[in-house]
């Protein structure tokens, strides 16, 4: 008999970066104490740059007062990973769950997340692959379509994915992403070119269903919560 | 069943120690007994976090096991505290980047750190190539032995690691 796994989906429209880095410490630490299950938070960011543990910023192109006046943040984490951008119409995806739980390791829930991206490409025809060594994240060909930058700690995880949907791809000029300099960034629009895509909530729904695929829940609680205050 | 006597007695000549794999027969045995993967040295002890400690006196030093290397992929970089830190058993001292992932090294015992693997800033890949002798992370002067009683023995350790990789 399968043992029964649980995840609570928040959908939280676009949310700012530094309220949705207090509300993902604040699950991490209640997973760590087992008050709550394994949680999803869907969301989008307004436009904001962010660098990783490694503190790279060697790979931003402009100042950050330049930054500042194209309307855009930047902020320092204790993820992995190097710089990336986020912004409107890219769909990210925080994993608050337990590695331990599911008896892997940081190596294999990248992948995971890998998958998930590559098989939300493959419903639009698209053959993505993960990256090759020291290129993690989601391809199409040399173009880069999806990233990933994770944190663990005590087996539990924060941060995630983003896949570009239809993003504002100029924003990624200003970077090196991920310290990749010799590729492209993609989005799922670019690539499907003339092809009409559906509704973004039709395609966030489905990046949801593969991740909950790929991670094998068996029961998931969806809370819509994009209108409620983060403030509790 | 001869063979993986034999091998299992070869391992503990070698003070290594490696999870069965029940699924395998024959021949086959013997080679995946000695295989390197989330091999487990005698004489340490291990928290269930993944990190050894050995302790001579009331030195200990600590790093990151096979099993935690194999799991994480690739190291590169290693997050170091300064000397003179203050570190707790079960609390995080530092962090590993891997794969875009960071994760972070818990501390198997309480004490002060006396000195940090600084080779590990240039070759962060030591921690998986040699996770239990040059891959070591920083060196911790005790508060307590009496910690020690809360981590594991290696034989505990491997049948740790089986049933969390029995999980998926």
Redesign the interface.
């Given at each position: 008999m399968r043992v029964p796994r649980i995840l609570e989906v928040w959908k939280m429209g676009v949310v700012n970066y530094s309220q949705a880095l207090k509300l993902q410490e604040k699950l991490t630490s209640d997973r760590k104490l087992h008050k709550i299950t394994d949680t999803l938070l869907s969301l989008q960011h307004p436009p904001t740059y962010t660098l990783?543990?490694?503190q790279t910023d060697h790979n931003i192109l402009v100042s950050e007062s330049e930054l500042k006046a194209m309307g855009a943040e930047l902020h320092y984490t204790?993820?992995?990973?190097d710089v990336t951008f986020h912004g409107p119409h890219q769909a990210i995806l925080y994993p608050i769950i337990s590695l331990?739980?599911?008896?892997?390791?940081?190596?294999?829930?990248?992948e995971k997340l890998e998958l998930t991206m590559i098989e939300l490409a493959s419903l639009y025809g698209l053959k993505a692959c993960a990256g090759q060594?020291?290129e993690?994240?989601v391809w199409v060909g040399r173009r880069k379509i999806g990233a990933?930058?994770?944190?663990?700690?005590?087996?539990i995880t924060s941060h995630g994915l983003a896949f570009n949907v239809d993003p504002d791809l100029n924003y990624f000029k200003h970077i090196v992403p991920c310290g990749i300099a010799d590729k492209e960034v993609t989005s799922l629009q670019k690539e499907v070119q003339q092809i009409l895509l559906p509704p973004e909530e039709v395609i966030v729904e489905q990046l949801i269903s593969c991740y909950v695929r790929t991670f094998d829940y068996t029961d998931v609680v969806s809370k819509d919560i994009s209108s409620i205050s983060l403030d509790n | 069943m001869a063979s993986r006597l034999w091998a299992t007695k070869a391992a503990s000549y070698l003070r290594i120690s490696v999870p069965y794999r029940g699924f395998a027969t024959g021949t086959w045995t013997l080679l995946i007994c000695l295989l390197p993967t989330n091999a487990v040295i005698k004489d340490l002890k291990y928290a269930d976090s993944h990190e050894w400690v050995k302790v001579e006196g009331n030195s200990a030093t600590v790093g990151i096991t096979d099993h935690a290397q194999d799991h994480l992929g690739d190291v590169v970089y290693v997050e170091l505290p300064e000397e003179g830190t203050e570190v707790t058993q079960g609390a995080s001292f530092g962090a590993v980047e891997s794969v875009k992932a960071t994760s972070d090294i818990n501390s198997p015992v309480s004490g002060k750190v006396v000195e940090v693997n600084s080779k590990l800033n240039d070759s962060p890949g030591l921690v998986n190539a040699s996770p239990y002798e040059n891959g070591w992370i920083i060196k911790v002067e005790m508060k307590s032995a009496d910690e020690l009683t809360c981590l594991m023995d290696p034989d505990q350790y491997s049948k740790f690691c089986e049933e969390e990789d029995a999980k998926h």
């Open positions: 990783g543990k490694r204790q993820r992995g990973g331990r739980d599911i008896g892997i390791g940081a190596r294999k829930y990248v060594k020291g993690t994240g990933i930058g994770v944190r663990i700690s005590s087996g | -």
